[in-house]
């Protein structure tokens, strides 16, 4: 069992920056992949970045692509996403979520199915 608590979210002017954070508990942290999602108002979920069990890999989904940066600290449980040159399109709950990586070191996920635990959310509002 993993419990996921994501924080940093906020209103941010268009062009601005926000770093979010999310916490796991428990000692296996380094045994999962970590990713991010986000759901849009009126939208449905949306991949937005993963990373591998030791940060070796990652993989980003298009629209956030050069803007966005997923890292990790496993010996801090943590994972990170700093996320640059907001505009309204970013506006969004993003949601920490973590997958049992099997042992596979560049397990990168990036379907909603292939994860296992997820954070309760945290807002972003970009204002234009």
């Known amino acids: 069992q993993v419990q996921l608590v994501e924080s940093g979210g906020g209103l941010v002017q268009a062009g601005g920056s926000l770093r979010l954070s999310c916490a796991a508990s428990?000692?296996?942290?380094?045994?999962?992949?970590m990713g991010w999602f986000r759901q849009a108002p009126g939208k449905e979920r949306e991949f937005v970045a993963a990373?591998?069990?030791?940060?070796?890999?990652?993989y980003y989904g298009n629209p956030v692509k050069g803007r966005f940066t997923i890292s990790r600290d496993n010996a801090k449980n943590t994972v990170s996403l700093q996320m640059n040159s907001l505009n309204a399109e970013d506006t969004a709950v993003y949601y920490c979520?973590?997958?049992?990586?099997?042992?596979?070191?560049?397990?990168?996920?990036?379907?909603?199915?292939?994860?296992?635990?997820w954070g309760q959310g945290t807002q972003v509002t970009v204002s234009s």
């Open positions: 979520a973590a997958a049992d990586a099997g042992g596979r070191s560049n397990y990168t996920p990036r379907r909603g199915t292939d994860f296992d635990y």
């Open positions: 990373i591998s069990r030791s940060g070796g890999a990652t």
């Open positions: 428990g000692r296996t942290f380094s045994g999962y992949a």
